[in-house]
């Protein structure tokens, strides 16, 4: 079967640095996606990787390692209203996104 | 300009009605989806819809059904409805299904089943 797994929930101080780690384990891989959801809200986009490697984009980046199936988040100067849901997903062979449960970040000041 | 949009935003409802969500996006786009986002916030696909084709998640009950009436706009219709129906539901659009295309999600429907 296909499997995403991350973290349930992670803990944070306002102004650190915080690391999400999924792993995965998907039907072919076309890409992975980190999308951001508030509570109560709709996911949001937030990056893609493709290639190994890793990509920066502001105070969010992505990684990943194909040979490993994992991928991190990493999200620096922690703000307040980083806390939010983050879930990770895969385009599998189909082309169909498979989604990891998310992890639930809490921001302390 | 709201991109994907949903009605209702919230829906409450009695076991066994039946009712619609409805959804539409002004970006253009060429593939719809409906997601079902349960308790525990796993997504679950439920359908996609790209350029008349549908792609039925086999496990969602057939008491589910997308209706397309243009490509804008992609409907879920519920029969029969059950207490384990209650989930937030949401629609998502995309360009396309290649791997780069990011999906755009709706604000969600929150359906309660009583």
């Known amino acids: 079967g296909q499997n995403i797994d991350q973290p349930t929930e992670m803990t944070a101080t306002e102004g650190a640095i915080v690391q999400i780690n999924c792993t995965y384990q998907?039907?072919?891989?076309?890409?992975l996606f980190w999308y951001q959801q508030h509570a109560g809200e709709a996911p949001t986009f937030l990056s893609y990787n493709v290639l190994d490697g890793l990509e920066e984009k502001g105070r969010f980046s992505s990684f990943l390692s194909r040979s490993k199936g994992y991928s991190y988040l990493l999200l620096k100067e922690l703000q307040m209203k980083d806390s939010a849901s983050y879930l990770c997903?895969?385009?599998?062979?189909?082309?169909?996104?498979?989604w990891g449960a998310g992890t639930k970040l809490i921001i302390k000041p | 300009d709201t991109a994907v949009s949903q009605t209702p935003k919230y829906l409450v409802t009695q076991m066994g009605n039946d009712k619609s969500i409805k959804c539409e996006q002004n970006?253009?786009?060429?593939?719809m989806y409906w997601y079902k986002q349960d308790s525990k916030k796993f997504l679950k696909i439920m359908f996609s819809y790209n350029n008349k084709e549908l792609i039925i998640n086999e496990t969602v009950p057939n008491r589910f059904s997308p209706k397309s009436p243009d490509k804008a706009h992609l409907n879920l219709h519920i029969n029969s409805l059950e207490l384990g129906d209650s989930a937030v539901y949401f629609c998502a659009s995309s360009q396309g299904v290649a791997g780069a295309e990011t999906q755009y999600f709706g604000p969600g429907t929150r359906l309660l089943v009583l």
């Open positions: 970006l253009g786009h060429d593939t």
């Open positions: 998907t039907s072919g891989f076309n890409g």
């Open positions: 997903a895969v385009k599998d062979s189909n082309y169909q996104l498979i």
